[in-house]
Nanobody, 115 residues
Framework: QVHVVESGGGSVQAGGSLRLSCAASEDIDNINAMGWYRQAPGKQRELVAVITSDDNTYYGNSVKGRFSIARGNAKNTVYLQMNSLEPEDTADYYC?????????WGPGTQVTVSS
């Protein structure tokens, strides 16, 4: 069982920034990818950003150029830097860890952007 813990959510005004953190309990050697997804009320969960074991990154169209995903010094930790936040970014943000082909999700962290 892989434990996934997110942190860094909160409330911010439009145009502001937040940084989310995600830590997985398992060693990086068997982690294929780590990523962030979000779900707003009444909407489906959508991709925000993913980083693979060989450091390729992928972003959802709505966050390209504003959000950035990167690994921490501890390779089983990733950060999501969110800049130029918009009210439409308001959602619960979830970290997903692909560990040996099985996905594990964190409990989520809430981000609220006010206009």
């Amino acid at each position: 069982q892989v434990h996934v813990v997110e942190s860094g959510g909160g409330s911010v005004q439009a145009g502001g920034s937040l940084r989310l953190s995600c830590a997985a309990s398992e060693d990086i050697d068997n982690i294929n990818a780590m990523g962030w997804y979000r779900q707003a009320p009444g909407k489906q969960r959508e991709l925000v950003a993913v980083i693979t074991s060989d450091d390729n990154t992928y972003y959802g169209n709505s966050v390209k150029g504003r959000f950035s995903i990167a690994r921490g010094n501890a390779k089983n930790t990733v950060y999501l830097q969110m800049n130029s936040l918009e009210p439409e970014d308001t959602a619960d943000y979830y970290c997903k860890v692909d560990y040996i082909g099985v996905n594990y999700w964190g409990p989520g962290t809430q981000v609220t952007v006010s206009s």
